[in-house]
T-cell receptor, first 110, second 116 residues
Framework: GESVGLHLPTLSVQEGDNSIINCAYS??????FIWYKQESGKGPQFIID?????DKRQGQRVTVLLNKTVKHLSLQIAATQPGDSAVYFC?????????FGTGTSLTVIP | DVKVTQSSRYLVKRTGEKVFLECVQD?????MFWYRQDPGLGLRLIYF???????EKGDIPEGYSVSREKKERFSLILESASTNQTSMYLC???????????????FGSGTRLTVV
């Protein structure tokens, strides 16, 4: 079956540094990917998405990179701020269903 | 502001009780989902629905049922609550994808259920 996972359960970065969070997926049929941010006590919030016909997509301070050859995607956060502290997880899928990774907890050190 | 609303943020129920978790979305989404979220296990799909009165089992449907009588409302029912159903429950909704069109899920804030 499909699996989507994250490489590290926790990540600590210094405020102002860049953060990179990684995710791998198993099913090459996945053609759409999303990164979510979940703050404590809240539901996941959409950050950025990317379709499989793209390698890179940029948002405000965030960039998602997709490498279909090795079935890997990453989320880069530029100039990480304390408000970026949260759990981040990727989701990949096709048709009408997504599969979620378990999440990386990002802690920003002031 | 569009949203998915879950009726309760925190619930404490006794073992054996019948529990109803309600979810309402105002985005006219066709698809609705119920997940539970546990530490180290991520999001696990319980049930989903692509249309009114339709339901499909997810990965862990045992001990749960659902109801979708109206497009905007999707209810999760714990027939007889047990302590291993203590968890964070998340409702989500999305448009039905057609062809190359894609949309992600919009999540509610979650209901943290404790069964004692």
């Amino acid at each position: 079956g499909e699996s989507v996972g994250l490489h590290l359960p926790t990540l600590s970065v210094q405020e102002g540094d860049n953060s990179i969070i990684n995710c791998a997926y198993s099913n090459s049929a996945s053609d759409y990917f999303i990164w979510y941010k979940q703050e404590s006590g809240k539901g996941p919030q959409f950050i950025i998405d990317i379709r499989s016909n793209m390698d890179k997509r940029q948002g405000q301070r965030v960039t998602v990179l997709l490498n279909k050859t090795v079935k890997h995607l990453s989320l880069q956060i530029a100039a990480t701020q304390p408000g970026d502290s949260a759990v981040y997880f990727c989701a990949g899928g096709w048709d009408n269903q997504f599969y979620f990774g378990t999440g990386t907890s990002l802690t920003v050190i002031p | 502001d569009v949203k998915v609303t879950q009726s309760s943020r925190y619930l404490v129920k006794r073992t054996g009780e019948k529990v109803f978790l309600e979810c309402v979305q105002d985005m006219d989404h066709e698809n609705m989902f119920w997940y539970r979220q546990d530490p180290g296990l991520g999001l696990r799909l319980i049930y989903f629905s692509y249309d009114v009165k339709m339901k499909e089992k997810g990965d862990i449907p045992e001990g749960y049922s659902v109801s979708r009588e109206k497009k905007e409302r999707f209810s999760l029912i714990l027939e007889s609550a047990s302590t291993n159903q203590t968890s964070m429950y998340l409702c989500a909704s999305s448009f039905k994808n057609r062809g190359a069109l894609r949309s992600g899920y919009t999540f509610g804030s979650g209901t943290r259920l404790t069964v004692v």
